[in-house]
């Protein structure tokens, strides 16, 4: 998020509607929106530059190649809170779907993690096509939000659904995405991910096969919410969310340190992580031989959660994460009780399944009333739920 949290990039393709987005940005400015707009090459055709530069009054690029100093495409990617690409046209919808980076605008909507809004606007001929059909599922599968075009008079004589809507409906709808991708702004949230390692001596461990994916996957969608993050990580191999402050710990003791530490000013803890239950009784300084490893002796760790309950303050939300075997959703709701939570997301890891898969599936139970099936789906969608969730319970 920028400092302002209204950065709003509007992407212009090159169809004849572009001339309307010029009113879209002086009803974008009026809501408040600092707007720069990206044209891709064949729209100038339409609008000039001059006139996006006289509107917002901020430099307009529409290639890699102007002002490579300033490495255009990463640093508009980073300081914008919004895409809004209007009137997106077929062959521009078909590129974003295939990943390709071939101006500008495409190169941002690839470097940025901020919500994008599509506005589609072409013949209805094209629109029905199935290529664009399937381009468009696909975009709507990738998070992207795809307006469905108007139906009404197009350029020519012809009548169907291809119209570039009125700036009021675009702004309606974006402004239902802005609420769904701020409703975190100025929580404090605490995620635990990965898994906890126990040392049995300098080189051997006791650990878990959690790979951290899920733990990353919610502060990720948190912080595209607009929470402050602190990602409390175990023996992750995964890259850091942009913008997640990180506390790297290994063993179970370390992420009690660091929970102690920002647990009581948190709004919200989501434990995902898997804490060893038991470690060594006693650390080896030394590597253990081979011909002495006849046992070892364990000893039980704390359970994080259950101890935090204690200092749970009014408000605060607590979230746990239990991965079971067998009599799942009893064995889930015993924790939830036990452990003072507010809500707990149950998975079946019956044969490894979940670990390491960017898939997940399970129950959400509440303190408050009745589960929620979570039928297979990504661990993005997971973390999306799950924090609707707690937005609910946040009031
Ligand atoms: O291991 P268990 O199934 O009890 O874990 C359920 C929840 O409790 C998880 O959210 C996990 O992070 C947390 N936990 C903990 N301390 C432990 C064990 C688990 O906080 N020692």
Redesign the pocket.
């Known amino acids: 998020m920028s400092r302002t949290g209204r950065e709003l990039l509007l992407g212009v393709g090159g169809g004849i509607a572009a001339y309307k987005s010029a009113d879209l940005v002086r009803r974008l400015q009026d809501h408040g929106y600092l707007v720069t707009v990206v044209p891709t090459p064949a729209s100038l055709n339409f609008v000039g530059s001059a006139t996006w530069e006289a509107l917002t009054n901020r430099p307009v690029y529409t290639q890699v190649w102007e002002s490579v100093h300033e490495v255009p495409h990463i640093s508009l990617a980073q300081s914008t809170d919004y895409i809004v690409i209007a009137p997106a046209t077929a062959d521009l919808i078909a590129r974003i779907a295939q990943g390709r980076a071939d101006d500008l605008l495409t190169n941002v909507l690839l470097a940025s993690s901020c919500p994008k809004m599509i506005v589609p606007s072409m013949h209805p001929n094209m629109w029905l096509d199935p290529a664009t059909v399937a381009n468009v599922a696909t975009l709507r599968d990738r998070g992207f939000t795809v307006m469905n075009p108007e139906v009404g008079r197009l350029t020519g004589s012809d009548i169907g659904a291809g119209r570039f809507p009125e700036s009021a409906a675009i702004i309606a709808v974006l402004t239902q995405l802005v609420a769904h991708n701020s409703d975190l702004i100025g929580k404090n949230i605490v995620v635990?991910a990965g898994g906890?390692r126990e040392a049995i001596d300098p080189v051997r461990f006791i650990g878990n096969r959690s790979s951290g994916k899920q733990g990353y996957a919610i502060a990720q969608a948190a912080l595209s919410r607009g929470a402050n993050v602190r990602l409390i990580s175990a023996n992750c191999e995964l890259a850091i969310p942009s913008g997640a402050h990180v506390t790297q710990v290994e063993s179970?003791e370390q992420?009690q340190v660091a929970?102690a530490e920002y647990f009581p000013s948190c709004d919200v803890l989501?434990?995902?992580?898997?804490?060893?239950?038991a470690r060594p009784k006693v650390l080896s300084e030394n590597k253990i031989k081979k011909s002495d490893f006849d046992s070892i002796d364990l000893i039980?760790?704390?359970?994080?959660?259950?101890?935090?309950t204690h200092q749970k303050k009014p408000g605060q939300i607590m979230?746990?994460?239990?991965?079971?075997t067998i009599d799942l959703k009893s064995?889930?709701q015993a924790?939830l009780k036990?452990?003072g939570?507010d809500l707990?997301f149950a998975n079946d890891v019956s044969g490894g399944a979940v670990f390491g898969s960017d898939q997940t599936a399970g129950t959400l139970l509440f303190c408050d009333g009745p589960g929620i099936e979570i039928l297979p789906t990504s661990k993005d969608t997971l973390a999306h739920e799950l924090l609707n969730q707690v937005v609910h319970r946040l009031g």
Do not use: Q
């Open positions: 635990t906890t179970t992420m929970l989501i434990m995902c992580a898997a804490v060893a239950d039980a760790n704390p359970d994080l959660l259950a101890s935090l979230v746990g994460f239990a991965a079971e064995n889930a924790k036990d452990k939570l707990i």
